[in-house]
């Protein structure tokens, strides 16, 4: 009896192991394209051309496209089950995807995107939210989350999203790859389900810029050209003062890249918010209608004029089915369709006014050979099911940042830039309307040496604090110059107390603060900043110079022909001191 008691538990054991085993397998089985794919199927290329031929462009390249391409013989289902119960299978291919195909790729499978294409977090309850592979806890962005996906888990070499406002930068910032949207217009909308027509772009997913590139030039349909680099690169301070990160993580690592690349020369520094108030002025007439006297940035009034283009028009192209379907939504997407929205006639006019003006105000900004650097999302990925991304100071800050090319028609890329914190940082590059060639180009020639930067600065911890508050004090040095060169003297001073502030034993940062004193007349404080300047360095001709000149004017003549006569013996040939030494002289002695 004790025997058969054995010999049961010991099948009951056995039973139990084998149940655990084939849950591990299945759950495997489950993940193992981590969610990101609705239905794998297969387009295959034309076969390569015969020798000497080239061959195809993306020979051998594997791709997946959102569920919002139409594929012959398959129901583009638009992230919602409702959809696919309302609507046939397409009978044609998008010519987009039929070019990848005629390109040399094959096409392997559906993604997944939210729902409708509406969402900026990745996650669909009906078809279960694609696994971020870089960080399993985190939403991997949408609206093209599987797209995105998919190529972060190595599943496929590209993949084609929709990005509306930010349906494919979004999440390759999140899931730490690179994402291309192209110039408004560039890429054909043929067979694509529209989400807000004057937004929508067709973005590609990648994580080798060589790939991406190749597949800009069949999308793109670009005749072999000479590669360009850029003459300026042009760091938007005011967005990255958005970044929920430390600054210097990103901006940093693209300032040291292009001094490496291009020289210092090709750096500048430029504030979005007072750049779009002057050349905008149509902001400022949508502010004063709508604010009701509360104060919000020129990039904040962007965020909420894409915002409401983008629900007026996903309305006009998808609320007679909501109406009739009634299909159950998020409560977060549900809310923003059915928000009645009051427009006339002279607000539509004003919102085409704001995209004019601001497609010409960032052609006009960047010309054919600059680049805007912007942070491409402010915040790190939030966690699943968190209610974070679904506040309102979160799509404010993003929105505030996607708006720039979503409003503008520009054409922006997303470049990973390592991690923070354990979660993918990026940035984002922004050429003008009509730029993706350059843009395309851009990303080819500094990926490398980004990533090289990326790499020293995650290998100099110890040291990394001292040297980014050097290099910080040094920009905000810079800006100071720029600003002092522009004549806005509070404006320099302001910059060189912060270069101050972040090293202050730099002589140079004092002096150049007294200079800015003295144009806006305040003699004491400039005083006080040479004879600090004089005690870090001894040999500051400038600062002796300066003091002179503060004392001067102070009525301490004495004390001023002292200070010319010692920058005299320090610089002999200098006529400045001369001159000055011996007009007090005649005066006062």
Known sequence: ??????????????????????????KKAIREDFGAFLEKLQLLPPPPPLPPKAPHPLTALTFAVSDVFDIDGYVTGFGHPDWVKTHDKASWTSPVVT???????TCIGKTVVDELAYGISGENKHYGTPTNPTTPAKVPGGSSSGAAVAVAANLVDFSLGIDTVGGVRIPAGFCGILGFRPSLGAVSHMGIIPVSTSLDTIGWFAKDPNILRRVGHVLLQLPYAIQRSPRQIIIADDCFQLLKIPVDRVAQVVIKSTEKLFG??????ENVEDYLKSKVPSLKEFHSKKSNGEFKTSTRLLANVMHFIQRDEFKHNH?????????VLDPSISAEIYETLESADTDIERYKSIRDEMRSAINSLLKDDGILVIPTIADPPPKLGGKEILSEDYKSRAYSLLSIASISGCCQVTIPLGFHNKCPASVSFIARNGGDRFLLDTVQTMYATLQEQVDIAATSKLSRNVVSKEQSAEIAKEKGNQAFKDKQWQKAVGFYTEAIKLSGTNATYY???????????SYLQAEADCTQAINLDK???KAYLRRATAREMLGYYKEAIEDFRYALVLEPTNKRAGQSVEKLRKLFQ
Request: hydrophobic residues 50%; aromatic residues 6%.
């Open 511 to 521: 002096n150049n603060r007294a200079l800015a004193y003295l144009e806006l007349g």
């Open 1 to 26: 009896m004790a025997s058969q008691s054995a010999n049961l538990w010991v099948l009951l054991g056995l039973g139990l192991a084998g149940i655990f085993l084939v849950t591990r397998k299945l």
């Open 539 to 541: 040999k500051n001709v």
């Open 264 to 269: 210092r020369q090709a750096l500048k520094h």
């Open 99 to 105: 070019a990848l195909v005629d390109g040399g790729a």
């Open 319 to 327: 609320g007679e089915w909501i109406s009739l379907v009634k299909p």
